[in-house]
């Protein structure tokens, strides 16, 4: 098993830049493909970002492709996601998910794939 706690989120205004972080314990990380998601109040769960165990796969929703940028340390057993030209639409708690992968370029973007997920960190984006 996999313990995830996620760093980073605040208040920014729009057009400006956050960076996350999703940290794990366990000397198992590797074996994990990682995923962002969000959620906003009275919404759906949203995906947002996964990256595969070792970091080859990565695969970005529509509403944040070329805005985000999903990366690892399996050294550090982290998962940074970086948030570039944040919106209003952007406001969400934000949440890293994993799941256990047998193939190093396994990804997957459905929420219900994921066994192991944070406690969510709230970003808001002023306009």
């Known amino acids: 098993q996999v313990q995830l706690v996620e760093s980073g989120g605040g208040l920014v205004q729009a057009g400006g830049s956050l960076r996350l972080s999703c940290a794990a314990s366990g000397r198992t990380f590797s074996i994990y493909a990682l995923g962002w998601f969000r959620q906003a109040p009275g919404k759906e769960r949203e995906f947002v970002a996964t990256i595969s165990r070792t970091g080859s796969s990565t695969y970005y929703a529509d509403s944040v492709k070329g805005r985000f940028t999903i990366s690892r340390d399996n050294a550090k057993n982290t998962v940074p996601l970086q948030m570039n030209s944040l919106t209003p639409e952007d406001t969400a708690v934000y949440y890293c998910?994993?799941?256990?992968?047998?193939?190093?370029?396994?990804?997957?973007?459905?929420?219900?794939?994921?066994?192991?997920w944070g406690q969510g960190t709230q970003v808001t984006v002023s306009s």
């Open positions: 998910a994993a799941t256990r992968s047998l193939f190093d370029s396994y990804i997957n973007n459905r929420a219900g794939s994921y066994d192991y």
